[in-house]
Structure formats: C-alpha cells, structure tokens
C-alpha cells in the first residue's frame, strides 16, 4: 500500500477530491489524519480556465494551513486522466490536456499526482475500509457509474488511462441507447439518475432522485420493476468483471449506495447465480463515505513524495 516513508514525522501532503459541483480538500499527516479541511464550490459554470484557478488556490489555502512542512500533494478528478494530465473532463469547465500535477508541483514547490477518482477511492478502501484487501475493485454508483481497480497499492489505468469505465459495459445488447452513444450500457440502466428517468418514463411521475424509487420499494410496481432491472444490469456488470480481473473484494460507494442492503441482498444473490462454477467476491458498502476521495488523494501523495526521494524545502505557503 501507499504509505509515508520513515522519516515523514513533522510533514503533511495536499490532498483534493475534484467534483463538478464541490471539491473536498484535506492537508493529511503521515498517520492519515486530517490537519485541516477545506471545502470549495466547483466553478464549473465559468470554464476550465476558472476550476484550474479554484483547484490551486484550495491547494494554496491548504499548505498556508499547515502546521507542518508541506512534501507532496495530489488530487483525484472525474474524466480520463493518464500520467498526471486530466485528458478530458467534460464536468469541469470542459477541460482537455490539463496537467493538473504539473500545476500543483509549481504552486506548491513539491511532487504531485493526480488520479480518476474512483481510483482513488479504491486506494483509500483498500487501505482503510472495513476489510482491507491488496485487492479492491470501487464502483461509485452515482449520476454515472465509474469503478478503480487496486491491486497491491497499484492503480490499474489502462494503457491510455482509459480503465475504469463500468458504467459504458453494454449490459443489454438490444437495450436503450446511452448518452455516449453505445447500445445497453449499464448506466442507462443502473445510474442513481437513470433509476430517477426511468420511473419517470414508465409513470409520468416526477422524482428528486433514486432514493424517492427506493422509498416506494414493496408498494409501487413501476418502482420494483425500475429497481429490478437495475440490480440485474448491475450484477451482469460485475459478473463480467468478476470473470475478468478477479478481484478481492468489490466496494459499492456512491450516492445509490445509500439504498444499503436494499441494493446489497438482492446484487449478491443474483451475483452468485450469475456465476455458475466460482463463487464471487465479497461485495461490502463503502464506509469512508464522501472521505474516500480525499483519503485516496493523500495516499497517492505520499507515493509521488515517495518517489521523489527527497523532502523538499518549504515553498510558498508551506512552512
């Protein structure tokens, strides 16, 4: 796993969850706990241009904070990220090429990374979740579906870094046609938000979200079937990743995993059918919660600190 080196007493790392609506920052010691927090709005709506600003003037605040010597830092972004450049992200002001970990290292003056954000919150369950396992596969379950592969502290990116995509595995070859373009993807069936359009178009009835389907669970057809459908595309997915990279444990965060065991019994049951001549891997529910961006981050930065093979003077804020 990803962890500070022996002589990181007295320092702290950056680390920073980038969403498109928020982003969750933490200055983390090397015994993982939060020295300071501070969170932001994503700026979104004014560019690319102006979330970069956003994303190194949190990492800014955050080393001014701290009450050690700054020595790596790291943030973990939605899109396809590879070798420290975020490739596309639509969500963040539409960014292409941005080398995220090149601007870190020039703001703050020290080794940066920068990760998918489901990765990252597979290296935080994997070191810190309720079964730690070398080998933890992360499905964020909300308004996409994304997933991070782990394997001995080791993040599976994909040549390009285009691993990860769950939520675009054709799960219905004849099925509905996804944002993307591609036929059947899972996210059209299983996302927090398809779960919301789908009852609305089978009902005409008007949902917040996919914990207003949950709620009608047991008194409402439209949402038992919405809900039935759902966990089946889901269990194919993870069947089909199960056959394919074998993982550990499988780790279920997101905003549909709040549906707890509702969503948990009836996925593993029909996981375990789906899988005639092995057995599946355990399936558990995130418990870091919104932290496990963050926390992720903070490992990846004590790798980048790791691999520098040095403590950098103090730069900038940091002291």
């Known amino acids: 796993m990803a ?22 920052g933490a200055l983390v010691d090397a015994r993982g706990s939060a020295l300071a927090r501070l969170d932001a709005p994503t700026p ?26 700054v020595v790596g830092a790291a943030a973990v972004t939605p899109g396809q990220v590879y070798e420290g450049v975020v490739k596309f992200a639509a969500n963040l002001g539409g960014w292409n090429d941005v080398p995220l970990a090149r601007e870190l290292t020039a703001t703050l003056g020290v080794p940066a990374a920068v990760e998918h954000d489901a990765a990252g919150a597979a290296l935080a369950e994997a070191e810190f979740g309720e079964n730690r396992s070398s080998d933890c ?47 059947g993807c899972l996210e059209t069936y299983a996302s927090a938000a398809s779960i919301a359009r789908r009852y609305t178009a089978r009902t005409g009835t008007v949902v917040a979200g996919s914990d207003d389907v949950v709620a009608r669970l047991g008194n409402d057809p439209a949402a038992d079937a919405v809900w039935e459908q759902a966990v089946e595309a889901l269990a194919v997915a993870l069947a089909t990743t199960t056959l394919l990279v074998d993982p550990g444990v499988i780790v279920l965060g997101g905003g549909l995993a709040r549906a707890g065991d509702t969503l948990l019994r009836p996925l593993s049951a029909r996981l375990t059918a789906r899988l005639a001549w092995r057995p599946p891997p355990p399936i558990e529910l995130s418990v870091l919660g919104t932290d496990a961006g963050w926390r992720g981050a903070a490992l990846l930065a004590w790798t980048a600190r790791n691999a520098s093979g040095r403590v950098p003077a103090a730069t900038g804020g940091t002291r």
């Open 137 to 183: 596969f992360f499905v964020a379950l909300g308004t996409g579906i994304g997933a991070g592969h782990v394997r001995s502290g080791v993040v599976a990116a994909g040549s390009a870094g285009g691993a990860g995509e769950l939520g675009h595995i054709p799960v219905y070859p004849d099925g509905d046609r996804c944002a993307c373009g591609q036929i």
């Open 3 to 24: 962890t500070p080196p022996p002589d990181a007493s007295g320092t702290a790392v950056v680390a920073i969850d980038l969403g498109g609506t928020s982003m969750k």
């Open 44 to 69: 979104a709506a004014e560019g690319g241009a102006a979330v970069l600003a956003a994303v190194l003037r949190l990492a800014a605040d955050l080393a001014a904070a701290a009450p050690a010597r």
